[in-house]
Nanobody
Framework: QVQLVESGGGLVQAGGSLRLSCVAS????????MAWFRQAPGKEREFVTA????????TYADSVKDRFTISRDNAKNTVFLQMNSLKPEDTAVYYC???????????????WGKGTLVTVSS
């Protein structure tokens, strides 16, 4: 019943921008911390960014800090990921995640989206 549906992925040139969206249903969205993870070909799923239930605090992986911004709109059950100054190494499937308690670890996630592919060309 719980669903997290990502959108906004695509192909972009290095230095460009994309904004990802994730719409949640089947849960009390405002009660969950939200996060984005990503998985590149041949690599493990890794943490990208997370924010608290109200959006008042955020955390970023060092690799994306100052380039990516996470935000949420609780009235619309939606979390966003604004990605600027994209690099080829950002190429990955990006996954939306919900957790009862804030986490930067994949094993702390309660619900996952199916992912959206971001490809950054050089």
């Amino acid at each position: 019943q719980v669903q997290l549906v990502e959108s906004g992925g695509g192909l972009v040139q290095a230095g460009g921008s994309l904004r990802l969206s994730c719409v949640a249903s089947g849960l009390t969205f405002s009660s969950y911390a939200m996060a984005w993870f990503r998985q590149a070909p041949g690599k493990e799923r890794e943490f990208v960014t997370a924010l608290t239930t109200s959006g008042s605090r955020t955390t970023y992986a060092d690799s994306v800090k100052d380039r990516f911004t996470i935000s949420r709109d609780n009235a619309k059950n939606t979390v966003f990921l604004q990605m600027n100054s994209l690099k080829p190494e950002d190429t990955a499937v990006y996954y939306c995640a919900a957790s009862s308690y804030p986490t930067t670890m994949a094993d702390g996630v309660d619900y996952w989206g199916k992912g959206t592919l971001v490809t950054v060309s050089s």
